[in-house]
Nanobody, 124 residues
Framework: QVQVVESGGGLVQAGGSLRLSCAAS????????VGWFRQAPRKEREFVAS????????YYPDSVKGRFTISRDNAKNTVYLQMNNLKPEDTGVYYC?????????????????WGQGTQVTVSS
């Protein structure tokens, strides 16, 4: 089993930045791709970013491309999501998820382990 815990959320003004962290513990000796998703009130959980095990492959939806950057430090079992130029529509609960295997995915069903989420609120 792998446990993932998100941190770094908070309240920020539009145009500001936040860096989210996703720390993994437990059976972290395997190979895991990681994704970030978010869920706004009354909306479906949506894909935000993902990164492969070794890091060269990253994916973003158009809504965050150029503003968000996902990275990882496997020695620390931690994945980061740097979010710049935040907009009110970025508000939501951000979830980190881990998937067994090398490649990540934009699809929630690919992921085996989920964190509890961290709240991000962007004020206008």
């Amino acid at each position: 089993q792998v446990q993932v815990v998100e941190s770094g959320g908070g309240l920020v003004q539009a145009g500001g930045s936040l860096r989210l962290s996703c720390a993994a513990s437990g059976r972290t000796d395997g190979i895991y791709a990681v994704g970030w998703f978010r869920q706004a009130p009354r909306k479906e959980r949506e894909f935000v970013a993902s990164i492969s095990w070794s890091g060269p492959s990253t994916y973003y939806p158009d809504s965050v491309k150029g503003r968000f950057t996902i990275s990882r430090d496997n020695a620390k079992n931690t994945v980061y999501l740097q979010m710049n130029n935040l907009k009110p529509e970025d508000t939501g609960v951000y979830y980190c998820a881990a998937a067994r295997g090398w490649e990540s995915s934009i699809h929630r069903s690919r992921y085996d382990y989920w964190g509890q989420g961290t709240q991000v609120t962007v004020s206008s």
